[in-house]
């Protein structure tokens, strides 16, 4: 914890404005960034508090799309019925993450922007080497206690999770996160570590996310999100699946399906994989469960998180067989 | 003095129609609790209060090289920075037992390192964001030495036996190696935390040489010996004040080294100083239940009737400390055997000095022997609750002394009927409903009544209203409830009429609120003065000049709905303050305790309140004396992820006589929900390259939420037992989560056919 500035802008261009020096953050909820500030990772020297702009809270379902605004909370967009309706598998990914509390609090630009729950990066007085948090430190993770770091897209400097739920709809039904005038798909929006895994998203300093929008789309109304964790509630996914699928008039053949997984990736992971396996093909159980194998293709375990290689393609395939009625 | 001598309600433990003992009462500190009106020990703020932030070591094993303080000491705010080279002296103190302490110092800062996350330095500045702040500008540099994370490093090696926890009887090897059946397999359970809602800390004051303690206590007595001998001053100069605890389960009866640290740094700079330690700090600033592992061998015969046990039990202790968890605790207790023998060794390892947590010693142990019966129940092709039955203890096995009550078999009934048992499928994965798998499991747990000498104020004040006043303490136990309920019981004034005065140190003393003693010592001490008080109030109705009874001419009177009256009705019923204001008395004060006649000098008071070197066991007397208990649980696990459910939970108890059913209820409720979290989620995990706890936060440290909790049904089955207690009752505090988690394996086992043999079941050893 380190003394700062606390700014609270008019108007969203002041708020860039004073968030343009690399030292800034933005503050919404403020359920990461406190958080992140009380263990010393974050320290940052001017807080932009943007929770009182006016106009970035709206929520709009339309025919084509549904726009969150970015300071729309976790809990309001979880319960608007319009969004269960076209895209419950948003409004289930949010209600199942993290707590009631924290919910009310939290907003949609800060969730894409949550950072990973690596017990090394958020500890910053014992752990130095943290390849994210310091770049070229190396990584004290990496033969530790890694029981919920990624199977996917990691590389040699850094393995951690993505923890979000959001992101992982977002992700499978090609929403776009609008920066301002900027518009970036949310699978570019989430950038893999490789040799820079500090650098986790392609906003410069000062951007600051406005709003983010979901086209409307058969396989987004008929979705769900399956979240699989030790407890009940309160926990990151140990694996989960945001799935959407459109059967064609014959009610049998996959016309489109959309999947993505949570919790066993260094970003929200888009199984493209699994969709081209399936898409054309008649929906049928066996055929359903041998696809979602395809989710875990490049899938490295560090030893304790090797389960999630298993659990993932299992989440998967009763996330589709549920949509089809079939689990 | 018993509790037979008054028309005290003496029923079951659902006797609860009355107003009094017995009776179902609220807590009488929730409204307060709820309005926020009840000030915990940190919400205490002195005029010109300091606060002081700790330091912990990075490292497992070394020495402090340098601590480089010149940034933090120039900080905004900073009034010191405290190392191991400016801490005061302080004398080392007795241990709980009273045993006279080494001749060295006491070193709240380490400067040998033993265990990764040891208190190391401390600022204290005008704000506390300014002692974060300058805490994070201390710089220590160590000469790290090799750590042993865990009991499974092999240089960690056998541990210390500890030979006064042998027990041995009959030929056990033997009649093990000759027994048609034998199973044996080793349990394990991980490091556990104690979390408490409520964090660790305190508010430290100096007055000369007087000091003044706001600090959450489960012995107010103990702690203020220690702080006392810590810094050499008499132990009547330290009050320690406590009248709210927001939950301990064991971690908050000793003093810790923070406390040190911040009474120290309160004398230090001269002003009152505030110390909270935090979340991940609590995880190494006291000690947890330590990882433990227990290999059982039962031998049987092919119907399951045990012939023998062979036990052998390791848990880890602090490379410069000693703690013991019982493991043979109820191996020993629960079955009858011919043939027994049990060995506990502790193995040194670079943690922090283990410590007590709900029901330390029974909570595993039953977890080893519990799981072990099951598993003996399906290699003979037993019904696990039939071979309970069938290897039921009718005395106590060790201690060969009968049970003073012993309700277990109505338990396992009582349970067994409501739960529905009888519709179990035996084999194992025969009761699916589509991906879910569903299992039944049970099974028993115990634990000891202890028994401590206590003592209590009761006054009846003119107004009729009476005070109980105790250093005893209420961690959310009920202890005000139960308490006002017994001085009204014995003085016969409505429960409400009755005020409780707790966890002051300026108040009559009181042992430790731990080993789930104190409902029974204290309220056999304010039984006692309460019937004292009531005996005078009595003899001045009947002998003052001045009384409306003068003439009645009665040999005794009686107390009931707060008026005094002939016992046939022959006269008039005078409420009490009306009798005060005639005879002209302001209040009527009795003191009393329950110590022998023969232990009552200052000395053996001192150690009755300071020690728990007079603590009774369970079998010092005729009668072997313990509580019981029978859970069945359900679980429903996805065949597909491995996730563990419990869906229902049914317990038969037996803590004999219930003081409230509604408190005790919600202590065996909370003990269940406990178990659950042990045996699904609570796990310390340790880095073994820099033996350091990692997921030292209430994120990533698992208890359960309310979602993984089911209706839990507790059913009382208890009796009154003259011998365990003044009043009857016997342990309730620390009972209910003894034996949940292998009825939870068990039920594992049941839904799946996978044995799993160490705590948590997690998904991934289900898969
Ligand atoms: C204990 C715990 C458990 C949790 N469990 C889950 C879970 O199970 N699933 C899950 O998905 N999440 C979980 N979370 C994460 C939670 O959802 C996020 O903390 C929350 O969504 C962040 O939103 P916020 O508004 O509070 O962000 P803030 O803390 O205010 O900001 C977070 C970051 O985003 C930046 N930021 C905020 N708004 C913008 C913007 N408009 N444009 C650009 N940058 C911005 C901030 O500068 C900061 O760096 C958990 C969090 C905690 C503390
Ligand atoms: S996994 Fe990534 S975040 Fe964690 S310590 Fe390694 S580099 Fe840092």
Known sequence: ?327 | MTGTDTKTKHGDASDGSSNSLGARLSRFDGPDKIRGAARYALENHPANLAHAVIVQSTIAAGTVRAIDVAAAQVAPGVLLVLTPDNALHLDSASNWLGAPPPDAPYLPLARTVTFNGQHVAAVVAETLEQAIEAASLIRITYDATDAIPDFDDPRAGEGQPMDPMKIDWGDAETAFAAAPVRIEETYRTPREYNVPLEPHGLVAQWDGDALTIWEPSQWIDGMARTYAEWFAIPFDKVRIVSPYVGGGFGSKALACAHGAIAIMAAKMVGRPVKLAVTRPQSFTAFGGRPATRQTIALGATREGKLLSIVHRGDNETSVDGFAVEPLGAVTALMYATANLSSRQNIVPVNTVLPGPLRAPGENPSAFGIESAIDELAYAVGADPLAIRLLNYAEEDPHARKPWSTRQLREAFAVGAERFGWSRRTPAPRSMREGNQLIGWGVAAGTYPVRRTAGEALVRILADGTVEVASSSIDMGTGTYTILAQTAADALGVAPDRVRVKLGDSSLPRAPVAGGSQLANLMTGAVHKAALAARDELIGLAINHPSSPFRDVQANTLVIADGRIAAPRGNGPAVPIAELMRKIGREQIEVLRDTLPEASRSDEDRYKNFTTVATMRSPTDGDYSLHSWCAHFVEVRVDADFGTVRVSRVVSGIDSGRVYNPKLAESQWQGGIIMGIGQALLEEGIVDRRHARVVNNNLADYLIATNADIPDIEVISVGIPDPHASALGGKAVGELGIVGVAPAIANAVYHATGRRIRELPITLDKLM
């Open chain 1, 1 to 327: 914890m380190r003394g700062f500035s606390y700014l609270r802008p008019g108007s969203p261009d002041e708020a860039r404005e004073a968030a343009r020096d690399p030292s800034a953050a933005f503050l919404a909820g403020g359920t990461t960034l406190l958080d992140l500030a009380k263990c010393g990772v974050a320290e940052p020297e001017r807080v932009v508090d943007i929770t009182h702009l006016s106009g970035l809270a709206t929520i709009t379902v339309g025919d084509d799309r549904i726009t969150l605004g970015a300071l729309a909370t976790m809990s309001r967009v979880a319960d608007e019925a319009d969004i269960r309706t076209h895209c419950p598998a948003v409004a289930e990914a949010l209600s199942q993450a993290a707590s009631a509390q924290i919910r009310n609090m939290a907003t949609i630009g800060g969730n894409l922007m949550q950072r990973t729950r690596c017990a090394y990066f958020r500890d910053p007085a014992t752990f130095p080497a943290c390849n994210k948090r310091a770049p070229g430190s190396g990584c004290a993770a990496i033969g530790g206690a890694v029981r919920n770091h990624a199977v996917l897209g990691v590389s040699e400097s850094c393995i951690a999770t993505y923890p979000g739920d959001l992101a992982t709809a977002l992700v499978a039904f090609d929403a776009v996160v609008h920066v301002g005038e900027r518009r970036i798909a949310a699978d570019d929006f989430f950038l893999l570590p490789g040799a820079t895994p500090d650098r986790e998203h392609p906003l410069e300093p000062g951007e600051m996310i406005t709003a983010i929008a979901i086209p409307a789309s058969p396989a987004a109304r008929r979705s769900t999100y399956l979240k699989i964790r030790d407890r009940q509630s309160y926990e990151f996914a140990a694996a989960s699946a945001a799935v959407g699928l459109e059967l064609a008039a014959d009610g049998r053949t996959i016309r489109d399906l959309r999947v993505a997984l949570g919790g066993v990736a260094t970003k929200p992971w888009r199984a493209r994989g699994v969709e081209d396996a399936l898409r054309g093909k008649i929906f049928e159980p066996e055929t359903v469960k041998r696809a979602s194998l395809a989710a875990m293709e490049g899938a490295v375990d560090h030893g304790a998180n090797r389960f999630k290689i298993d659990l993932a393609p299992r989440v998967v395939a009763r996330a589709i067989l549920t949509l089809g009625g079939l689990a």
